[in-house]
């Protein structure tokens, strides 16, 4: 087993011993920085961290010796954890990726390192990127900051962070009007995750639209079921019959989202919709 066969497997089919691999991985110092990067990719996912792992991330992140794009990764990978532990609490720890006191000295960390100015500005974005997977107070204020800056990576960075971190509907509508791609893909995901109603207009022109680009359909799908469930069987029925197994599936979970079936306007009384009896002759 090596890093480059886990890539073509899926997370929850990662052999025994993944974990270790990667752990042995993050601490040699031998290891080539494609590997280093490839390696705190991998370890970020739920399905292997643990207390070791993120432990390892950390002290990468906090590590000035370390490339800047390795630190970058390694603040990323901390978020998953976060989200599981702020999701699950630590009331069955069998049941959380990380204990609760390492929950809470990565959230510490990740804080003072933001705050360093001394910290290149590209891992700093990271930070706020993943520390808001498990809000804190001081968040909101950093993601205003870092939207009112003018600099357009951390008003990227800022939107990413709007998905997670409540109050900035009139920012997030702003951001779907953005020439940036980037900027609009965002928007919609934070739109989609904090129920902005008077962003259907834009979600619901994305998703009829067929020039949208993939990434951005597949956001706008996703943010249908969110921002207007009851809707969502008759603004996105249509792509069920999409070419594209990726758009069906997302169709798919955006209904399950929304708690329709893709059946329901079906009559039962109906012999139309009733399957052709292939019976004897």
Not at 7 to 17: L, N, Q, S, V, Y
Not at 167 to 195: C, K, P, R
Not at 247 to 261: D, K, P, Y
Request: charged content about 30%.
């Amino acid at each position: 087993m090596n890093l480059r066969t886990l890539t073509d497997i899926p997370p929850w089919d990662w052999p025994e011993g993944t974990g270790k691999l990667l752990l042995d991985t993050l601490r040699n110092d031998a290891t080539s920085e494609p590997d280093l990067l490839l390696a705190a990719e991998l370890a970020g996912d739920v399905t292997v961290i643990d207390d070791e792992l993120a432990e390892e991330l950390l002290s990468i992140l906090c590590s000035s010796d370390k490339a800047e794009e390795v630190r970058a990764r390694a603040a990323i990978s901390l978020g998953p954890a976060l989200e599981d532990g702020d999701t699950h609490g630590f009331e069955e720890p069998e049941y959380s990726a990380i204990a609760e006191r390492t929950f809470d000295k990565i959230q510490a960390s990740l804080r003072a390192l933001y705050k360093d100015e001394g910290v290149p500005a590209n891992v700093r974005r990271r930070i706020l990127e993943a520390s808001v997977r498990a809000q804190q107070d001081w968040h909101t204020a950093a993601v205003r900051a870092a939207y009112a800056s003018g600099d357009e990576s951390w008003r990227l960075t800022a939107v990413f962070c709007m998905r997670f971190v409540p109050g900035f509907s009139e920012q997030i509508l702003e951001a779907l009007d953005s020439d940036n791609e980037d900027m609009q893909y965002e928007a919609v995901l934070a739109a989609g995750s904090q129920e902005v109603a008077a962003a259907w207009p834009h979600v619901e022109a994305l998703v009829t639209w067929s020039e949208t680009p993939k990434h951005l359909l597949l956001a706008a799908i996703a943010a249908v079921a969110s921002i207007r469930p009851p809707e969502a069987l008759a603004t996105l029925g249509d792509l069920l019959d999409s070419e594209d197994e990726d758009v069906v599936e997302a169709v798919q979970e955006a209904l399950a989202l929304a708690e329709v079936s893709p059946y329901e306007d079906d009559d039962p009384d109906d012999p139309d919709d009733e399957p052709d009896d292939e019976g004897d002759a």
